[in-house]
């Protein structure tokens, strides 16, 4: 099992920035691949990037392209989130999640590890 723990949210303005952080607590994170999800009131959770083991594939959801970027340091078993440009329409509580399979990908189902949430809230 892996227990993750995110930090960094928080409240910014729109267009302003914010960088997520997922603690890992296990010592073979680096077998695992890593992604990160968002919840906004009433709505379903919903994809937002996905990193592969080691960090050579990243995939984003369409509507974070070139906005968002997802990255991991092994060595310190943890996973980022930098979020530029944020927009009130990203105001969510956001979760990452690791993948035991090391490949990622944007379905929910491929995450059987999930942290407790991080809230952002985007002001217009």
């Known amino acids: 099992q892996v227990r993750l723990e995110e930090s960094g949210g928080g409240l910014v303005q729109a267009g302003g920035s914010l960088r997520l952080s997922c603690a890992a607590s296990?010592?073979?994170?680096?077998?695992?691949?890593m992604g990160w999800f968002r919840q906004a009131p009433g709505k379903e959770r919903e994809f937002v990037a996905t990193?592969?083991?080691?960090?050579?594939?990243?995939y984003y959801a369409d509507f974070v392209k070139g906005r968002f970027t997802i990255s991991r340091e092994n060595a310190k078993n943890m996973a980022y989130l930098q979020m530029n440009s944020l927009k009130a329409e990203d105001t969510a509580v956001y979760y990452c999640?690791?993948?035991?399979?090391?490949?990622?990908?944007?379905?929910?189902?491929?995450?059987?590890?999930w942290g407790q949430g991080t809230l952002v809230t985007v002001s217009s």
């Open positions: 999640a690791a993948d035991s399979s090391g490949a990622g990908g944007s379905a929910r189902i491929k995450y059987a590890y």
């Open positions: 296990r010592r073979t994170f680096n077998n695992y691949a």
């Open positions: 990193i592969n083991w080691s960090g050579s594939w990243t």
